[in-house]
């Protein structure tokens, strides 16, 4: 039986007590080590930490990629663990985008291709397609770029392709791996942006993963990681 919670408004989810370990050569590693965090609506959530310190494991989590070993994670009051494979796709495929440092832009698909595929996928109504993959190539400033295929535009274009991908079929939750971590400073800082106006635009919670010191205060919630565990959240 499902378990559902009551939440507060704005809260979208949450981790109570997760643990993850993986087996390495015979021996149990433990990545995460007592997990408590929340993510809400409308706000741009970072969990900042060196490599290997389990922002990625954790993220992986919190999308319903992988589950923990222990605790449970919440999304809208629902946990994760008490859904089918094929529910937690459709959940994946209809309420959160993903963002990686790949892009993971189909390369032979345009800008507007890749963007409308999101919505095809979602099982968006086709007299959808068009309003929305246009809108959300005006959200990353990038309407002129609309037929270049991917080898045609630079890193910093890729990603925010990447970005309009992630959030064509109006997602509650956005979740980006290290985003900027193949960008300079300055795209750095206007991927940064982007997800602010994203935010205030579609009203969405954004979650990210980030090692790089000088985006941490456009975050409203920043939580330090260092060996599986997590610091209050500044």
């Known amino acids: 039986m499902a378990v559902q919670l009551m939440q507060p408004a704005g809260l979208l989810l949450e981790v109570r007590g997760v643990h993850k370990s993986f087996i390495s050569g015979g021996i149990p590693l433990q990545v995460l080590k007592g997990i408590d ?53 459709m959940l994946r495929r209809r309420q959160i985008g993903f963002v990686f440092q790949s892009f993971a832009l189909l390369p032979l ?17 086709r007299s959808e397609w068009k309003p929305r993959t246009a809108r959300c ?12 295929r991917p080898y045609e535009l ?7 392709i990447a970005i309009a991908k992630a959030i064509a079929h109006k997602p509650a939750l956005l979740l980006a791996d290290e985003p900027t971590a193949e960008l300079d400073s300055q795209m750095a ?46």
């Open 137 to 148: 190539l005006e959200l990353v400033g990038l309407t002129k770029r609309a037929n270049h």
């Open 154 to 160: 630079s890193g910093g274009e890729q990603q925010r």
């Open 37 to 89: 965090l929340t993510v809400e609506s409308g706000k741009l959530t970072m969990l900042r930490g060196r490599s290997g310190s389990g922002k990625t494991t954790l993220l992986n989590l919190l999308g319903g990629l992988d589950q923990p070993s222990e605790g449970e994670v919440f999304f809208r009051g629902r946990s994760f663990q008490n859904q089918s494979d094929k529910q937690l796709t």
């Open 189 to 234: 800082a206007r991927i940064i942006a982007i997800f602010r106006d994203i935010i205030e635009a579609e009203g969405i919670a954004i979650c990210m993963t980030t090692h790089d010191s000088t985006l941490w205060e456009a975050a409203d919630v920043v939580y330090q990681m260092a060996d599986g565990r997590l610091q209050e959240p500044e």
């Open 109 to 125: 698909f345009s800008a507007w291709e890749n963007v409308e595929l999101s919505l095809r996928m979602a099982g968006a109504r």
